[in-house]
């Protein structure tokens, strides 16, 4: 069975950036694909195939970004590309000054071929200092960030209940888990889901 | 809440364990992150291939307290390896020890499913880099098992 990451790989060493099918992408489930075998890289170590920082500027199809190292790189958007702001989104919507994580095919030109690219995603921890209807007060590592609840889109996962719009059962005191999409240059962040051990 | 007594050996000296994963940031990083340094052992980042563990040492194990939640978790150092597995899709990776974590007491009993299969309370957390090996990061957290590799 052809790999998404064959997929990507034999897609840009033919030259044709952009042109990987997404239906032949599409065939396999977000947990497969994540489960998809990658080349053995020791524990403990950088993964090449994984990239951190924020976007400094956008050509055609490539993402030039800055890490957070200084270590610059170069990842290509191609059909097949899954990209997330606050959920599932598309190319025109990543901009510059956005931060991202994205995993792919490291190319031998030093290029990553992305399968997935988070753009400003967050997950953090921390106690909810206060709570209104509209955002949460949380305290992070001794920072408040505030985080927006965004009508239609951020949830609330109360153990294993299924996810829930209702955000009002959340508490002040209470420790959380914030996934979410950061403002860029902010201490703020839109809620995509709030998980909560009860 | 009803907190259990802690297992007597640690569950974890007998066989895999499963509970919850997530993903946490450190080392040099940008938004909320930014304030993050490289961890309870000095060298961890978002983008290596690491994890955060609940007992590393007495004053670690003394912030995350998962034997409140009924789990004792062997202690186990900076650098010792582990293998993640997701319940979900059943990818897996090997990760080192780079920092003390996840505080497991704060989310006592909490569990997490993917369909039928389940696992509770949070024992283990992956860098970046290691939690999009088996699964996206969008998923925030997930039911896996932990052994060695």
């Given amino acids: 069975m052809t790999s998404r990451r064959q997929l990507l790989k034999s897609a ?5 950036a952009g042109v990987v099918a997404a239906t032949a992408l ?18 403990g170590a950088p993964d090449p195939d994984f990239a951190e920082g924020r976007i400094r500027s956008v050509k055609e199809n490539t993402l030039l970004v800055l890490g957070s190292n200084m270590v610059f790189h170069r990842i290509r ?15 025109d919507q990543a ?8 995993r792919g095919v490291r190319m031998p030109d030093g290029v990553l071929a992305a399968e997935a690219v988070w753009l400003n995603i967050v997950n953090i921890k921390g106690h909810v200092r206060n709570i209104t209807a509209e955002r949460i007060h949380l305290d992070h590592k001794g920072q408040q960030v505030l985080c927006h609840r965004v009508p239609g889109k951020s949830v609330a996962i109360y153990s294993d209940a299924p996810p829930s719009g209702d955000l009002s059962l959340l508490r002040v005191g209470q420790h959380v888990q914030v996934m979410g999409a950061w403002r860029p240059d902010t201490n703020e962040v839109d809620i995509a889901t709030v998980f909560s051990a009860h | 809440m009803t907190r259990s007594q802690p297992t007597d050996p640690p569950i974890d000296l007998l066989a895999a364990v499963q509970g919850e994963v997530s993903w946490f940031c450190c080392g040099t990083a940008w938004g909320p992150c930014s304030s993050t ?17 609940p ?14 939640c009924g789990v004792s978790l062997s202690r186990r150092t900076c650098g010792f390896q582990h293998r993640i597995t997701s319940l979900c899709g059943g990818g897996s990776v ?4 780079a920092d003390c974590g996840p505080q497991t007491d704060l989310f006592c009993g909490e569990r997490s499913c993917c369909g039928s299969t389940c696992a509770s309370n949070r ?25 060695t590799p």
């Fill in chain 1, 12 to 16: 840009l060493l033919g030259g044709g």
């Fill in chain 1, 26 to 43: 599409g065939s396999l489930g977000p947990e497969a694909a994540f489960g998809a075998a990658a080349p053995d890289v020791a524990p």
């Fill in chain 1, 77 to 91: 958007i191609v059909d097949g590309t899954s990209l997330w702001k606050l959920g599932p989104t598309t190319f």
């Fill in chain 1, 95 to 102: 901009k510059p000054g956005d931060g991202l994580y994205a």
């Fill in chain 2, 37 to 53: 340094g490289k961890g309870a052992c000095g060298t961890c980042n978002s983008g290596s291939l690491q994890h955060a563990w």
């Fill in chain 2, 55 to 68: 007992n590393t040492s007495d004053a670690c194990w003394s912030i995350t307290r998962p034997d409140s």
């Fill in chain 2, 94 to 97: 090997v990760t080192s020890i």
């Fill in chain 2, 123 to 147: 024992l283990i957390d992956l860098t970046p880099a290691a939690y999009s090996r088996i699964a996206s990061l969008s998923t925030g957290l997930r039911p896996c098992e932990i052994s």
